[in-house]
């Protein structure tokens, strides 16, 4: 998969700050502990720089016991903050990346579906598993420990600069040497991880898919392709990882001389001037250990940029999981008796540049009225039902939901697009109007064509229609589905659905499906091809049902093939296919 452009770095700091909200709990304490951390190491320095001092005769005022207990003191603390830093990483590091891990997993049930899936589910669930994580631990944990290790290099520096201030100076003309490596290793190793990351997210497209659709590759024999792709994708993977890491071991050789270098200045140093008699042997040790506080935040940087870099590209990818706009919020627009619905010179496309799916198209559905849609394949039915349920919207034209009951109440003023209301030209006198939006989705109940059970108990997947319904109402409603099978299955509505309706057929999961929908209150069901998988018999006895069970102000659209269906509807719509291109109109 070719990699997306990159985005500028301000661009997604502040796009961390913006999520680090829910996590600066976890940063701020982390900070803290951090700080605390290189108190003690400096304590830790200048104590036993003391004890040396005072065992070799420089220091007399003060006692070796007491400097012992001060020692001790310091390294009992020590382990105190280490085994706090541990406890607020197991207690507080999951919180922090479920909350941002929820925070984007609701953004993506709301964004706006443009009928045209942009990316992989695979590639999804790797930005929402792998780039969350590496986004939290880079915010809760790495900038904590960036801090506490510039407080501990400039620390060094005065402590070090107090005692040798020549010394001090030579040791930090690493700085800028470090500082012109670092600027070209980000630069390279950010489009190096970026093209891993993608990688990472097409092997998890293919174990998905392939696990998914196992019987269909089972049956058509082609296992061993989807190995094959699966083994070729795995090499690309490992050749990005082999170029990584060997620019990246290259890099750190550089700067890994420049410490040895360093260590073996303070040395030769610290040695001519304990020669010469002017330093202690405690300032000798002190020179070594400070050193080693000076180049040591240098190291850590070292294995903190291909973490940042890491966390870079993380925040890009998710960062463009947000780009999708948001689809409308609001009050829900509720009819509170039946709904019809009429499009005007409806056109539609899902590109520009390919032919229209629907063109000038109008049509009613007035309130209470049973009809069934009928068409070849590709000559719109379902882009119909996507503009009626407001996934899509029209190219041209408008999609409104009416009522020629005085008592529709209306919440909202405005319509997703900002208009006013409009009144509908009816035979009716009084026609309350609303063009659809999700704010209208309120009145819709949805069976879609496709297997649409989760994995759970049939209960489960019942109240996810109703979640206030009770026992006695969804055995009505699987009544009324035909899906009364459930009610003598051993564990009733507890039976287990698994992954796919596994342990179900076709037509029984589909009637399943029915079923929720029927517990969904709302004054429009659209049924697209919900009858593809059943029998004669069970279709007939089914749409008897619904007969019944519709309430005489409630509106019935179905998307069907089948012509039994058609012999239940008041009205009949026959869509045809679109030749019309942009070129042509």
Same mark, same amino acid.
């Given at each position: ?7 500028? /770095?301000?661009?997604? +700091? ?7 909200? *829910?996590l600066?709990?976890?940063?701020t304490?982390? /900070? ?7 108190g ?19 220091? @007399? ?5 007491? /400097?012992?207990?001060? +020692? ?5 603390g *020590?382990?105190?903050i ?13 919180r ?23 990316r992989?589910?695979g ?16 915010i809760?944990?790495?900038l ?46 950010? /489009?190096?991880?970026? &093209?891993v ?9 293919? +174990? ?28 690309h ?23 040895? @270098? ?14 010469e ?25 070292t ?7 890491s ?6 990818? %998710? ?35 390919e ?15 049973s009809?069934a849609? +009928? ?11 996507? %503009? ?13 939901m ?16 900002? $208009? ?12 309350n ?5 999700p704010?209208t ?6 069976v ?8 759970g108990?049939?209960r ?13 109402q969804?055995r ?7 899906a ?6 051993? &564990? ?7 992954? *796919? ?27 697209d ?12 006895r089914?749409?008897? *049902?619904l ?5 005489s ?11 039994a269906?058609?012999e239940?509807c008041?009205?009949v719509? $026959? ?11």
């Amino acid at each position: 998969m070719k990699s997306e452009r990159l985005k500028s /770095a301000g661009s997604i +700091l502040r796009w961390f700050w913006q999520i680090s909200k *829910n996590l600066r709990f976890q940063t701020t304490l982390n /900070a803290i502990i951090g700080i605390i951390s290189v108190g003690l190491d400096f304590a830790f320095i200048w104590t036993t720089k003391l004890c040396i001092d005072i065992a070799t005769g420089r220091i @007399t005022d003060v006692s070796l016991r007491s /400097a012992s207990v001060v +020692l001790i003191a310091i390294m009992v603390g *020590n382990i105190c903050i280490g085994f706090a830093r541990r406890w607020i990483g197991a207690l507080l590091g999951v919180r922090s990346q479920n909350l941002m891990q929820l925070r984007l997993f609701r953004r993506l049930l709301a964004n706006e579906w443009n009928g045209r899936k942009s990316r992989h589910s695979g590639d999804v669930l790797n930005r929402l598993i792998r780039d969350v994580k590496d986004v939290t631990d880079v915010i809760t944990e790495t900038l904590p420990s960036a801090l506490s290790v510039t407080t501990r290099f400039v620390g060094a520096f005065f402590f070090l600069y107090s005692m040798d201030s020549k010394l001090a100076l030579l040791i930090i003309c690493i700085v800028p040497v470090f500082v012109v490596i670092s600027k070209f290793y980000v630069r390279k190793m950010r /489009a190096i991880t970026r &093209d891993v990351r993608d990688t990472e997210s097409s092997i998890q497209s293919i +174990l998905q898919e392939s696990i998914q659709h196992r019987i269909i590759l089972k049956t058509l024999e082609r296992t061993g392709t989807m190995t094959e792709r699966l083994d070729h994708t795995q090499q690309h993977l490992r050749q990005q990882v082999r170029h990584r890491t060997v620019f990246s071991s290259l890099s750190g050789m550089l700067i890994s001389t420049g410490f040895a @270098t360093g260590y073996l200045v303070t040395f030769i140093w610290g040695v001519t001037r304990l020669n010469e008699g002017s330093i202690t042997y405690g300032m000798m040790l002190a020179f070594i250990q400070l050193v080693g506080q000076i180049q040591g935040p240098f190291r850590d940087m070292t294995k903190f940029i291909p973490i940042i870099i890491s966390a870079f590209t993380a925040g890009e990818r %998710l960062m463009e999981l947000e780009e999708a706009p948001v689809e409308q919020e609001g009050e829900p627009v509720k009819f509170s008796e039946g709904a019809g619905l009429r499009l005007t010179n409806v056109s539609f496309r899902y590109e520009e540049h390919e032919r229209y799916i629907l063109h000038n198209f109008s049509f009613d559905f007035p309130p209470g009225s049973s009809t069934a849609i +009928l068409g070849e394949t590709g000559a719109g039915k379902t882009t119909l039902i996507r %503009l009626i349920l407001a996934l899509l919207r029209p190219t041209e034209g408008k999609v409104e939901m009416y009522s020629t009951n005085e008592q529709c109440t209306m919440n909202n003023a405005q319509s997703a697009s900002g $208009q006013e209301k409009e009144r509908c030209n009816g035979v009716a006198p009084i026609v309350n109007c609303e063009l659809v939006s999700p704010l209208t989705r309120c009145n819709l109940v949805y069976v879609p064509q496709d297997n649409t059970l989760f994995s759970g108990t049939v209960r489960d997947n019942l109240l996810l229609g109703n979640p206030d319904a009770t026992d006695e109402q969804m055995r009505e409603a699987l009544r009324t589905a035909c899906a009364d099978f459930v009610l003598s299955l051993p &564990d009733g509505l507890d039976s287990i659905v698994g992954e *796919n309706s596994t342990g179900l057929s076709q037509g029984q999961a589909q009637r399943i499906c029915i079923a929720r929908a029927l517990l969904r209150e709302g004054s429009i069901l659209l049924l697209d091809e919900a009858t593809s998988a059943l029998d004669t018999a069970t279709e007939t006895r089914l749409l008897q *049902n619904l007969s019944q069970w519709k309430r005489s102000s409630q509106t019935l659209l179905f998307v069907t093939h089948r012509l039994a269906v058609v012999e239940h509807c008041t009205q009949v719509l $026959q869509l045809t296919k679109q030749s019309l291109h942009p070129s042509t109109q």
